[in-house]
C-alpha cells in the first residue's frame, strides 16, 4: 500500500486522474469500479474534461458502481444512479449498457445481489475500483461489523453513515436505512485500488485504514492485504499517519 499525500484537495483529484489515464491507455476497455460521493466528484469532472479535451477515450469502459440505496427509484436525484449519470456518465457519453449500479428497487433483492457478483465476474473482474472512506472506514457501504462480507449484500446503514448522508436528503429521517454494497471479496479481485481521502473528517478512519489492526470493525483496513493499492490523501486527511506510512 502507498500513501501519496496532495496539498489540496484539487491536487489529490488532478492526481487521481493521471492514475485513471494511465489505466484506461493502458487498456482501453478496462472495468472500473466506481463509488459514489463527494470525494470522487472533482475527479468525475476531470475526466469528463479530459474526454471532452481529446485526452484520452473512456467510450470503450465497462462500470460497475459500488453501491446504491434500497428503495430508492434511479430517477431519485438522492439515488447514486442520478449521481453518476449526472456526474459522470452523460459528460463521458456512456450508454447504459457499460454502466451498472445496483438495482435497489429490485423485486428480490438476493437475486440482483447474485445477479450483480456473476456480472463483474463474467465482465473478467475489476481492473480499477476507485473508493472513498467513510468516517467509520466503510468502504463501498461495507459497514464496520463482525466479520467481511464477500459478496454483493444488503446493507443496514449504520447511524454515522445515514448522518453523514443525510445532507442530501431533506432530513435524516429520510435518509435510507438499507442499501445493495459491492461485497469485500470484488474489491479485493480488483487488479488495482485506488483509495481516496480529503479531509480532517477522514482523518481517524485513513489511519484505521493503513496503520491499524486489519478488523471488520475497519472495514479499509482489509486493503493492507492487497498488493496494488494507492491512496491519495490531502494533508488534512493524513495528519495523524506516522511519516514512515508515507510514500
Known sequence: MKVRVTDTYEDMSDAALSFVVDQVRHKPDSVLGLAAGSTPLLLYQKMCDAMKEGTVDFSRIRTFCLDEYIGLSPEAPQSYHSFMKKE?????????????????????????????????????????????IGQNAHIGFNEPGDTFV?????????????QANARF?????????????MGIRDIMLSRNILLLASGAGKTEALYQAVCGDITPKAPASILQLHRNVLV????????????KYLD
Do not use: N, Q
Open 88 to 132: 459522470l456518465f452523460d459528460g463521458l457519453g456512456l450508454p447504459p449498457e457499460r454502466t451498472r449500479i445496483p438495482d435497489g428497487m429490485a423485486a428480490d433483492i438476493a437475486r440482483e445481489c447474485a445477479m450483480y457478483g456473476a456480472e463483474i465476474e463474467a465482465a473478467g473482474g475489476i481492473d480499477l475500483v476507485i473508493l472513498g
Open 232 to 243: 491519495l490523501a490531502d494533508k488534512a486527511a493524513v495528519a495523524r499517519m506516522p511519516t
Open 169 to 181: 436528503f431533506d432530513s435524516l429521517e429520510e435518509t435510507p436505512h438499507w442499501a445493495v454494497s
Open 150 to 162: 464477500p459478496e454483493t449484500h444488503v446493507v443496514e446503514l449504520s447511524e454515522a453513515t445515514r
